[in-house]
Nanobody
Framework: QVQLVESGGGLVQPGGSLRLSCAAS????????MGWYRQAPGKQRELVAT???????NYVNSVKGRFTISRDNAKNTMYLQMNSLKPEDTAVYYC??????WGQGTLVTVSS
């Protein structure tokens, strides 16, 4: 089973940007569907964005036009570029390999 490690979270002001990274322990070239999820305090984990091995992407409506998911198979890494951040984006963000592997999460806090 692949191991996933997220990084890049932190505290940012509303309107700011962050880029999250998800580093995999092995090649992700053959992983068809990878994604980012988030869980806000007191809420259920929700899907944020997914990307296939063919770079087809899908986003939850609340982040469309602000977030961009990408993957670099040569670096075994998936990314989430987050722009125009809002307080409601505050959550722990997790990456997922579409099967059983989850990262430990990285906290994103959007606050002034």
């Amino acid at each position: 089973q692949v191991q996933l490690v997220e990084s890049g979270g932190g505290l940012v002001q509303p309107g700011g940007s962050l880029r999250l990274s998800c580093a995999a322990s092995r090649s992700i070239r053959s992983i068809y569907d990878m994604g980012w999820y988030r869980q806000a305090p007191g809420k259920q984990r929700e899907l944020v964005a997914t990307i296939t091995s063919g770079n087809k992407t899908n986003y939850v409506n609340s982040v469309k036009g602000r977030f961009t998911i990408s993957r670099d198979n040569a670096k075994n890494t998936m990314y989430l570029q987050m722009n125009s951040l809002k307080p409601e984006d505050t959550a722990v963000y997790y990456c997922h390999d579409g099967q059983q592997a989850w990262g430990q999460g990285t906290l994103v806090t959007v606050s002034s």
